[in-house]
């Protein structure tokens, strides 16, 4: 565990480090270097809710994984402990000698939405401003790219107008390519809120049915890549039912008549709409007129409009709209990003992207003069650097020789996962900052590892999807020697002779500085503008409260929304339409990848579950990476539910379980991507993933990869508990996830029942005596290794995987300290001696309630709705993201019952 701050630290207010909506938490250190953590009633991005994350964030504490030393490679593969001063130096020197032997375009950095905006900023100032490169870029351009350039376009500044008040004003939320009940939970439970309290309607447009379209009073579950023909349709029937602003349009817009012009084109009908988006008529009329006649609308979209090559022209299909009703800036209206990462705003803001040079400015030649000036440098980069996609390619073909990667794993998160993997071993220079140790094979490859401190352990702001700057508090103590990463980045910078310019002494003086830079010869002339928080002192900066940007001497209180007055942040301060024209997908369904693979997240982990996966709470909803087919596809090609499935494309294959659902249309597929080759054998998704961008954005398309799927089949199915980690054998099939008390494997493999001793001895251990019962003629087996009186570890292994119990109470054994006598009985039986009862799978992770168990209230206990179950079960009562889940099983239940 991590040391103590103090012995008997008070509470400190700090933000959830997971996605944009940006809660604010109170953590409680317990003076052992662990926290318990609650929702902060005072914050107004959550006002006390947490999502099942959050509240699970005191179980992601513990040190195990953690790089807590330098390290520099050796030789081979090995690293070995060394100081700060000689690693520091090392990276300095290898980027001073790349960029004198090649140049400063020969060197790049790739960091992270993670990151706090002090850590960006001066990531930035380095990378731009004075060794004189734009190529710096963040696993935010996978994010919100295509946002960006929406923006930009349209208001002439990367601006999100409205705010989460908004929510609770509107009359119509749409929500398009976002499944906010799974990943923004706390601000889809506020609109749901609207609806219980003034009746707002929902739509949700999205090609799956996911768990917000399951909530959705209208859900149009359209073709891939066909928003942007929606929403042209949208804008011809608004200008065709008379329902346009035109004064708005004429005094604060440009090019409406162009935009409606080739919308015309795009979407001349509504039955053109419904065939190119293939919705029926009678769901794309009834969406138009709602929005038509509703005039506080808020349009919602995250990944499945941004993750796309068509995501820019997505966001300004959406705009449009809202410029063309005048539905912008005001209370209960306006287009609304939803962004994925807890700090994706705040590195737009310092300009962690290579498009953006600092503080929302371009590369412009005023911009250039006003920062080169302001940073006090002649180094500063011309133009923008490379982008995401294009920076991995550079690595490839060996046109960047020096690569410093922080706080982020690009060889599982990027598309074509696998070649970026391998170009890392191209480098003459790699080096990682991160704060654990086991991040795939970059840490391989890496020439020399930086210990950052990690969430709870460093200070600084990150900003939410409405503005809003809220303070990252440090509650403990970094271990080992970890530093923040922007005290890395001044270190080397101070080695390179840049030490001037970096002489900052904490998170607050870096935030000034960025304070004072967003009012440079300001005047009202950028959006960006956080003058009157330029002079806080460390006290004040200590104290600071979540304030929406803006914030200027005269509105020290923030703005809420932008855009009221129809003032834009263009030359002439008019918005602009855009045009759409179409543009297909990038690489649509073929010969022999007849499938189309979206990718996504599941409800209960974050990115590469890094941090998520160390909580057996989180890991219990979703253990093991899976594939969503439709029932049709499923039936054709002989998939069972529970079964296996190979989906290859051309970059790469995987293997994962088969889940059928009547939510996915037929020929496309879903799988998550958050398992990497530490967690799983074969379900590195990324790696499937093709590596076309947005053309405006660079934003990859990672929703539509053509794609092939095939039944697999295995002769042995089972699973494995353990207190430690297991080193499976080659060949076998496995998923690894939390436990309460250890780890849990879900296996699979073709060995037969006369092998599974022998595999047994080697998973639990030779040197123990094992319980142990083969069934040959069943098909099963079951093990288990009993030390000090408490389970050690226990292999279940049967040819048909329902010959398996459920391995919720086996888990539950794993974690008690002694085994009771009557456990110990029923240890091979799998299940709890009296009751038979299992929990059964995961559904709420705020209360650990089962499906059993629900089932159970549903059939016995007089559970008929979602509030039935949460009073009798305590289940959806707290975050809410399992309710549609809940729902669903109310709903077959009962139709079971009438059945
Ligand atoms: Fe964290 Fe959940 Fe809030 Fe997102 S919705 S910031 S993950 S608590």
Known sequence: MNAPATATAPPVRTTCPYC??????????????????????AHPANFGRLCSKGAALGETLSLEGRLLHPMMRMGGDTHERTSWEVALDRVAQGFEETIARYGPDSVAFYVSGQFLTEDYYVANKLMKGFIGSANIDTNSRLCMASSVAGHKR?????????????????????????????????????????????????????????????????????????????????????????????????????????????????????????????????????????????????????????????????????????????????????????????????????GGLANQLAAHMGFEPESLDLVSRFWGTER????????????????????????????????????????????????????????????????????????????????????????????????????????????????????????????????????REHARLSAFENNGSRDFDVSGLANLTEAAYGELAPVQWPVTETKLAGEQRLFAEGRFFSADARARFVPIDHVGLARGCEPGFPFLLNTGRVRDHWHTMTRTGKSPRLAAHTDEPFVSVSPADAAELGIAEGGFARVTTLYGSATLRARISSGQRPREIFAPFHWTAETSSDGRVGALVQAANDIISGQPELKATAAALSPVTFTAHGFLLRRSLAAVPKGLWWARSAVEGGHGYRLAGNSLPAAWPD???????????????????????????????????????????????????????????????????????????????????????????????????????????????????????????????????????SSHATS
């Open 20 to 41: 944009g909506v940006g809660c604010g938490v109170i953590a409680r250190p317990d003076g052992f270097g662990g926290a318990s953590v609650q929702g902060d009633a």
């Open 380 to 511: 500063l980069a011309a133009r923008p650097g490379l982008k995401a996609v294009d920076l991995f390619e550079a690595v490839a073909q060996r046109r960047i020789k020096a690569l410093w990667i922080m706080a982020t794993n690009p060889a599982v998160s990027m598309p074509r996962a696998d070649a970026v993997r391998a170009s890392l071993r191209e480098l003459d220079l790699l080096v990682v900052s991160d704060v654990v140790r086991n991040a795939d094979a970059i840490m391989d490859a890496a020439h020399v590892l930086l210990p950052a401190a990690a969430w709870g352990e460093k200070d600084g702001t990150v900003t939410n999807s409405e503005r809003r700057i809220s303070r990252q508090r440090a509650f403990l103590a970094p271990p080992g020697d970890s530093k923040p990463d922007w005290w890395i980045m001044c270190e080397v910078a101070r080695r390179m002779g840049f030490g001037e310019a970096f002489a900052f002494s904490s998170a607050a003086d870096i935030f």
């Open 759 to 893: 595999l047994a001895r080697s998973l639990l251990g030779s040197e123990q005596t094992l319980v142990e019962l083969l069934d040959d003629a069943q098909g099963w087996y079951r093990a288990a290794l009993i030390a000090d009186g408490r389970l050690e570890a226990c292999l279940f292994l049967a040819r048909n995987a329902e010959a398996l119990p459920g391995w919720e109470w086996l888990k539950g054994q794993l974690a008690e300290p002694l085994l009771p006598d009557t456990a110990r009985r029923a240890l091979l039986a799998g299940r709890a001696p009296r009751s038979g009862h299992d929990e059964g799978p995961i559904v709420c992770a705020c209360f650990g309630v089962g499906r059993s168990k629900i089932c159970r209230g549903i059939s016995h206990d007089g559970c008929h709705t979602v509030e039935d179950i949460g009073r009798t079960l305590r289940a959806g009562t707290n975050c809410g993201s399992c309710i549609p889940e809940l729902r669903r099983i109310i709903t077959e239940a």
């Open 154 to 350: 349209a208001f002439g500044s990367d601006t999100v107008p409205g705010c989460y008040e908004d929510l609770d004003e509107a009359d119509l939320l749409v929500l398009t390519g976002s499944n906010a009940a799974w990943c923004h939970p706390v601000l889809f439970q506020r609109m749901m809120e609207n609806r219980r309290k003034r009746g707002a309607r929902l739509v949700v447009i999205d090609p799956r049915r996911t768990a917000t379209a399951e909530e959705a009073d209208l859900a149009l579950g359209l073709a891939p890549g066909t928003d942007q023909v929606l929403f042209a349709g949208l804008l011809v029937h608004l200008a065709d039912t008379g329902v346009l602003d035109h004064s708005f349009i004429g005094r604060h817009t440009r090019d409406f008549d162009a935009a409606l012009e080739a919308a015309r084109i795009l979407a001349p009908s509504i039955d053109a709409v419904s065939r190119r988006c293939d919705v029926p008529v009678t769901k794309l009329r009834t969406f138009f007129d709602w929005f038509r006649e509703t005039e506080r609308s808020v349009t919602l979209y995250s990944q499945g409009v941004n993750q796309s090559a068509q995501g820019t022209d997505k966001v300004n299909a959406i705009i449009n709209c809202h410029l063309a009703t005048g539905r912008i800036g005001k209370p209960g209206t306006g287009p609304f990003s939803l962004t994925g990462q807890p700090n994706a705003m705040g590195g737009r803001e310092a």
